[in-house]
């Protein structure tokens, strides 16, 4: 994951959620997706699916490449 990529997903976690991450809890969050501990929501493209997965008690909507296996963004939660 580019140091660009982590920047906006931490801002979106900390913007959508109150989440303040570092970059080793994003990596965490990204393998745990790979490994199948989420919730796959929506396929978005040939390489990017849409996953919900429970951190810190938060059910968070992530925006994942399968191809690089890390997380693009965090969505806004459900209302």
Known sequence: MMHAE?????RRL??????EVSSDEIFQMAKAIAH?????????SRHVDHWQLVYQGQLLRLVFDRQRRSIITALPPLT
């Open 6 to 10: 982590r920047s906006h997903t931490k």
């Open 14 to 19: 900390a913007e959508r959620y109150g989440l």
């Open 36 to 44: 199948g501990q989420g919730t796959l929501i929506a396929h978005q």
